[in-house]
């Protein structure tokens, strides 16, 4: 029999189209024999919607029309139940529209890949690919990632971070600080988004107010880092979970400006073929060979120290003058799942698909291995509660 395996994508996010396009490309890569592939879209307004229209990604042009041939579905949060539900039951029939083997969410940027989504998973207990609840909330975002990371010796630039409201009540502190600790240039990004989403450029205190009023717009948590100047940019891709992975060939985004843009990351290829594969990029990476192994290193050891699972692409920065290397951020659901690394490396799309599936399947035996409560109920016990204030009836 195949395995039913549920393709999650679109949601509550800034990266909406993107992830359309790189569950589209993840669909089609899936190995029809070993699967059925059921897409579920989430909407702008976070409806779920299934149906064979959703795996076109031409038929996105008329959202409203796209949804016509397709059902809601949903579902309830009781762990051990896999199925997807219809939202509008007939009186006669079955509920039920799936029952799901496995899940992988391909969803991008906040309300998906910055564990929320995983969390809605986890509870339900279904196997999942991909990065679990902790990383994925850690690795997305940009304050509590640095921190992790530099409190294990990777190497970061430094930084200055802040929330929205300490922006409006102590905005002459924050600017004296990023001015003595980082000087400008600086780069102003929201600690939670991808895809280079309200990130902007700072080389005085007029445009340094200007990118945090456009930064905050998008998150409530806000860095300011350190510029390197004489920029290269490398990705990595990580493949496994943080105690057995392996790294992919590195590539080098070609950007149009200074810095690699939303439209550079997405907007190359044709109208049909869009995503992170289609864009401007040198594969491998021209770089000495002591220099690959160090970013393959330290992309293996980001994906390890985060608690990384699945596939991951994590960024880092070349400072063209000194070489010196800092890791910038990882992608634990990376545009078009990172396949053109893998493929480069000689793992062809479907077989990574494979490989995802078979991951979910490991670590759900692996937990399955683990104590998650105790076979007693402490209120049978007899003699009451004791400290318990506020409760009726028991002696203390």
């Not at 990266?15 to 699967?35: F, L, P, R, T």
């Not at 922006?167 to 002459?172: G, T």
């Not at 920029?231 to 979970?241: K, P």
């Not at 790294?247 to 985004?253: D, G, I, R």
Request: hydrophobic residues 40%; proline residues 3%; neutral net charge.
């Amino acid at each position: 029999m195949k395995t039913n395996i549920a393709v999650f994508f679109g949601g509550r996010s800034t990266e909406h189209e993107i992830s359309v396009i790189s569950a589209n490309q993840a669909m089609a890569a899936m190995d029809s024999d070993k699967y059925n592939v059921i897409p579920v879209y989430i909407t702008k307004d976070g409806r779920w919607f299934t149906g064979e229209a959703l795996t076109d990604v031409k038929n996105y042009r008329n959202t409203a029309e796209l949804l016509k041939q397709c059902t809601q579905v949903y579902m309830r949060p009781i762990y051990g139940d896999y199925n997807l539900y219809k939202a509008e039951r007939k009186m006669f029939g079955s509920d039920v529209f799936a029952k799901l083997d496995a899940a992988i969410p391909v969803l991008h940027g906040s309300n998906g890949e910055d564990g929320i989504f995983e969390g809605v998973l986890e509870t339900i207990g279904i196997p999942y690919a991909g990065c679990g609840t902790l990383a994925s909330a850690n690795g997305m975002d940009k304050i509590t990632m640095k921190m992790i990371l530099a409190s294990d010796g990777i190497p970061v630039v430094d930084y200055v971070w802040f929330t929205d409201k300490q922006w409006f009540a102590h905005r002459d502190e924050l600017i004296a600080k990023i001015e003595s600790k980082l000087g400008y240039p600086v780069i102003v990004k929201p600690a939670n988004l991808g895809s280079s989403v309200g990130i902007g450029r700072a080389d005085n205190r007029e445009e340094l107010l200007s990118k945090v009023d456009d930064a905050r717009r998008y998150s409530a948590r806000i860095i300011v880092e350190d510029l390197v100047e004489n920029l290269q940019e490398i990705n990595c891709a990580v493949l496994g979970d943080c105690d057995e992975y392996r790294t992919s060939v590195l590539e080098e985004p070609i950007k149009s400006g200074e810095i690699l843009s939303y439209t550079d990351k997405y907007m190359g290829g044709t109208k049909d073929n869009r995503g992170m594969h289609a864009s401007k990029k040198r594969i491998p990476a021209d770089l000495p060979k002591e220099e690959t192994e160090r970013i393959q290193f330290l992309a293996g050891e980001t994906f390890r120290v985060l608690s990384c699972h699945g596939v991951s692409r994590v960024d880092v920065m070349v400072d063209a003058k000194t070489r010196d290397i800092y890791v910038n951020e990882i992608n634990t659901i990376p545009g078009s799942l990172s396949f053109y690394l893998w493929e480069a490396a000689g793992l062809k799309f479907d077989k990574l698909m494979d490989e995802l599936v078979r991951l979910a399947f490991k670590r759900k035996r692996d937990q399955g291995s683990k104590t998650v409560s105790y076979d007693s109920n402490i209120f049978a016990l007899g003699g009451g509660v004791k400290g318990a204030k506020g409760t009726k009836g028991v002696k203390a």
